[in-house]
């Protein structure tokens, strides 16, 4: 299944350097949305809750662009079709495109976070920066197998754009709470308290229920 | 249920969409190494049919048979065995033509070097590195083939396969995808006379069922062009 993977994932990577439609845009759109809170607020900084959850918000609304997407380049051009008619294990698609999502969250928060740091955040986030790294993996871990999911679910509807947000908002709630939460001390105003554990293993816990859903139902979505 | 020298059997096998039967209680014997070739207007099911034995679609009633593996329940064990080449290409456009063909290969664990190889067959390694989405329909159709054959398979399902070609370029798949690939092959065709050249059964669909069915030898382009009145 590795090599089915790799060979999977090198698509992946290679159809989003070709046609930048996903990292760009969500890239785009989270900056904007700082830009919008900023005046929405009325505030130039924010500290402790309120910026766990002007950063979270917008990330998940950011990957909600990428799941949108995830799956389309494969249902317009027949790429399903030429994956289902392979000899091959089906969850490597699912491990595939949760690794590909993962990677354009990353990336997506290698350009979003310090832009969140410059525009918004009151403290520092150099301090905050390797415990805020832990919450940033789990999450995106979390958004990734659930984003997969909706996008193979929604993907086989006509409905595509409303489907994605109807499906996944509501079952991505928790890793925005559990998120948000552990960030909540990075972001103190007197400076980075310590990270909070129980949090960060609340969203451990979600990774692992939705990774063993993912995996159990993955083949069903596929099925004609 | 079939002999093993058959490479397709189907025995009442039916498939519908929704409420609509797009295919009813289709019966018929191909053996191996030989060529069907299924005739039908728009919407007689011959896709239906295609893409059902390409393990695509699940049969909804009867029994359908592919290199000696019962659908759907062992799909796994034939799909690396089939050809399929359907209206559409399975090409991503963005990719050229020589990243999709890798990406297949590798999806069917054939080695890199049989990517050139198909593609000096189909007489596109001049414009390889292409993407896909500049390629006029025709190179597009050529790559096409060029993915179907590329595992090797020993049963080919070719919707149309000529759509697009230029005479010449027809004649340069014939080796692959002709009766001189030595494979069996399940072909739609609108073409009488030029689909009757090379088959041994024929097959006719009409509103999804079997309208015609009889050795090639013995059916005249008459009867086909019945099927279309």
């Known amino acids: 299944m590795r090599q089915t993977v790799a060979a999977l994932l090198a698509k992946e990577l290679a159809l989003e350097l070709r046609t930048r439609e996903a990292v760009p845009a969500m890239v785009l759109f989270s900056i904007t949305t700082y830009v919008v809170f900023h005046f929405g607020l009325d505030r130039d900084r924010v500290t402790g809750d309120l910026a766990a959850g002007v950063l979270w918000v917008t990330l998940l609304f950011a990957a909600i662009l990428g799941i949108n997407r995830l799956f389309v380049a494969d249902h317009e051009q027949g790429g399903f079709d030429g994956f289902l008619l392979a000899p091959v294990d089906r969850t490597a698609l699912l491990v595939a495109k949760v690794i590909a999502l993962f990677s354009f969250l990353c990336v997506v928060e290698v350009v979003a976070v310090p832009a969140f740091a410059i525009l918004l955040l009151g403290p520092s986030l150099t301090q905050a920066l390797p415990e805020l790294l832990l919450v940033l993996v789990a999450a995106n871990a979390g958004i990734a197998v659930v984003g997969t999911l909706v996008a193979a679910l929604a993907i086989q509807t006509r409905a595509r754009d409303l489907i994605v947000p109807l499906l996944a908002l509501p079952l991505l709630v928790p890793v925005v709470l559990a998120a948000a939460q552990g960030t909540t001390p990075l972001f103190a105003e007197g400076g980075a308290g310590a990270l909070a554990g129980d949090w960060l293993a609340v969203l451990a816990l979600y990774d692992l229920l939705f990774a063993l859903i993912a995996y159990a139902v993955f083949d069903f979505l596929l099925e004609d | ?229």
Do not use: W
Request: net charge neutral; with cysteine; hydrophobic share 45%.
């Open chain 2, 1 to 229: 249920m079939p002999a093993n020298d058959h490479a397709v059997v189907l025995r009442g096998a039916g498939r519908r969409y929704g409420e609509r039967a797009a295919l009813r209680d289709v019966s018929l014997e191909l053996p191996a190494g030989q060529t069907l070739v299924v005739f039908g207007p728009n919407g007689a099911g011959k896709t239906t049919l295609l893409r059902m034995l390409a393990t695509l679609l699940r049969p909804h009633a009867g029994e359908v048979c592919v290199l000696g593996r019962e659908l759907p329940d062992s799909g796994y064990a034939v799909r690396g065995r089939i050809g399929f080449l359907g209206h559409e290409p399975l090409l991503y456009r963005e990719l050229s033509g020589r990243e999709n063909l890798r990406y297949h290969a590798r999806l069917h664990r054939r080695p890199a070097a049989c990517v050139q190889e198909v593609l000096d067959a189909v007489g596109m390694s001049a414009r390889a590195d292409d993407p896909v989405a500049e390629l006029s329909r025709g190179m597009v159709q050529r790559l096409a083939i060029a993915r179907t054959v590329l595992h090797e398979p020993e049963l080919l399902l070719l919707d149309e396969p000529l759509a697009n070609l230029d005479p010449a370029a027809a004649a340069q798949v014939q080796p692959l995808i002709g009766r001189a690939s030595g494979r069996t092959r399940v072909v739609t065709s609108h073409d009488p006379a030029g689909g009757l050249d090379g088959a041994d059964l024929a097959l006719g669909l009409r509103g999804g069922r079997v309208a015609l069915l009889a050795p090639a030898s013995a059916v005249t382009t008459a009867q086909i062009a019945e099927l279309y009145a």
